[in-house]
């Protein structure tokens, strides 16, 4: 069994749509993290969260601790937003090591 | 503040050679981690380090080595290239474990081991 799981793998839109990606795990956490990978690119951080809801332009994160599941929106897509999509959770308290999920591929077609 | 650096960006290797890939970051974080990715895989970590002079093994550490002499770097040696180490990897670094502040990644080095 994974600590983390993503879903969907794969999610095609129509420029313009409102996605959702999920992410839930399974191991007690203080922070969870979602990261954005381009095509041949390197790892962005988009959010760290332990609580609530981020908003950082059209793009929305929500955690609820109690059910151990996160959420990605973007809103308003835009064939930029095409990226691979990444939830990361603390193995321990100590945070010694990250449970990723195995991504998200998201393609936004014009 | 640069971030995480890494060096090379790309890099081949024959069978049996050895390389060192490097990674610094300016931020004064303790902890750093070297993790792979292959095509289409999730993020496998190598070997991580929570201060200068303490590494660790991660999930696939066979072929690989580390040291952590100071807090700013962080190489990853290869001592015998071999083909199932064609890869990206990814150094990363954050300011402590569990710590409310972003996972910072390097821009990742691409080996191609023939």
């Known amino acids: 069994k994974n600590e983390v799981e993503q879903s969907p793998q794969n999610l095609t839109a129509q420029e313009g749509e409102f996605i959702t990606i999920n992410c839930s795990y399974s191991?007690?956490?203080?922070?969870l993290h979602w990261l954005q990978q381009h095509p041949g690119g390197g790892i962005v951080s988009l959010f760290m969260l332990s609580s609530g809801k981020k908003k950082h332009g059209r793009l929305i994160a929500t955690i609820n601790i109690q059910e151990k599941h996160s959420s990605l929106h973007i809103t308003a897509s835009h064939p930029r937003d095409s990226a691979v999509y990444i939830c990361?959770?603390?193995?321990?308290?100590?945070?010694?090591?990250?449970?990723f999920g195995t991504g998200t591929s998201l393609t936004v077609i014009p | 503040n640069a971030g995480v650096t890494q060096t090379p960006k790309f890099r081949i290797l024959k069978i049996g050679q050895s390389m060192t890939l490097q990674c610094t970051q300016d931020?004064?974080?303790?902890?750093m981690y070297w993790y792979r990715q292959d095509p289409g895989m999730g993020l496998k970590l190598i070997y991580y380090?929570?201060?200068?002079?303490?590494?660790d093994k991660g999930e696939v550490p066979n072929g690989y080595n580390v040291s952590r002499s100071t807090t700013e770097d962080f190489p990853l040696r290869l001592e015998l290239a071999a083909p199932s180490q064609t890869s990206v990897y990814f150094c990363a670094s954050i300011a402590r474990g569990g710590s409310n502040s972003p996972l910072h990644f390097g821009n990742g080095t691409r080996l191609t081991v023939t």
């Open positions: 931020m004064n974080h303790n902890y």
């Open positions: 990361a959770v603390p193995g321990s308290n100590t945070g010694n090591q990250f449970y």
């Open positions: 191991v007690g956490i203080s922070a």
């Open positions: 380090s929570v201060g200068a002079g303490i590494t």
